[in-house]
């Protein structure tokens, strides 16, 4: 079983920055890939960034340029730092975590941003 602790979600204006964080326990040696997703009122949960355990990371178009995320391996954390942030990027962040050997996805409880224009 592996743990997710999202925290950093906050109400900031638009071009502000925020820097959200995931902290992982429990069973993190099988843990792949983690990344964000988010999930605004009335729409489905979306792709945001990915890292793997090799350090290459992904990003949804909608936020490339202005988002990175990163992992610190030992503080089994990961960021996800936001720039230029948007009133669209409004949504519930949830940190994701993919263990490929039990071949499923773990999720955190989620942590709210909030970008007012």
């Known amino acids: 079983q592996v743990q997710l602790v999202e925290s950093g979600g906050a109400l900031v204006q638009a071009g502000g920055s925020l820097r959200l964080s995931c902290a992982a326990s429990g069973s993190i040696f099988s843990i792949n890939h983690m990344g964000w997703y988010r999930q605004a009122p009335g729409k489905q949960r979306e792709f945001v960034a990915q890292?793997?355990?090799?350090?290459?990371?992904n990003y949804a178009d909608s936020v490339k340029g202005r988002f990175t995320i990163s992992r610190d391996n030992a503080k089994n954390t990961v960021y996800l730092q936001m720039n230029s942030l948007k009133p669209e990027d409004t949504a519930v962040y949830y940190c994701?975590?993919?263990?490929?050997?039990?071949?499923?996805?773990?999720w955190g409880q989620g942590t709210q941003v909030t970008v007012s224009s």
């Open positions: 994701n975590a993919f263990a490929l050997v039990e071949g499923r996805h773990y």
């Open positions: 890292i793997t355990s090799g350090g290459s990371t």
